[in-house]
């Protein structure tokens, strides 16, 4: 009865056998961190923001300017002074949150642009390794608790963006 049990067993798990699948899995934090596309980018964005950036900066300055300026003086200032310096400050505070706020959310929306333009990139590799490897499934390093290291093709996905640049 057991040799039975266990013929059956075997008859019904050489099938499964017969379709095992090929998987591999892809680190994408680590394949993001090693594209030398992100510097580019980087740079990009800097040159596209940095009149922006840098007058918010400038306003920020000012802004500390002033306050000191309260602190140091204050003692020696008339009222309608005082008055005069925490309007000016409260404008400029205002000013800054609503440039600032600008800023934040349009430097957002542009690096989502270019990640969503590398991911698109970095999809297209992962695809070719895959076919050329004959890879059945590819998953993210994040969704598998254990992956033999010759299994994880991050870094051909990185070699194969680096040399396509």
Do not use: Y
């Amino acid at each position: 009865m057991v040799n039975r049990a266990l013929v059956t067993l075997a008859f019904l798990a050489a099938p499964m056998m017969a379709h095992a699948e090929k998987i591999a899995v892809v680190d994408m934090g680590a394949v993001f961190e090693q594209l030398p596309q992100r510097e580019q980018i980087s740079k990009q964005l800097k040159s596209e923001f940095g009149d922006r950036v840098a007058e918010v900066q400038q306003m920020q300055e000012k802004m500390r300017t002033l306050a000191e300026k309260g602190q140091r003086d204050g003692a020696l200032m008339s009222e309608a002074q005082k008055t005069e310096l925490q309007r000016e400050l409260e404008g400029l505070q205002a000013d800054l949150q609503l440039k600032g706020k600008a800023l934040d959310e349009d430097m957002r929306r542009r690096q989502g642009e270019e990640q969503n333009k590398l991911l698109i990139k970095v999809q297209t590799a992962i695809n070719t390794i895959a076919e050329q490897e004959k890879f059945d499934i590819v998953l993210q390093r994040g969704a598998v608790v254990f992956v033999k290291p010759e299994a994880d093709i991050s870094n051909k996905v990185a070699e194969a963006l680096s040399k396509g640049q």
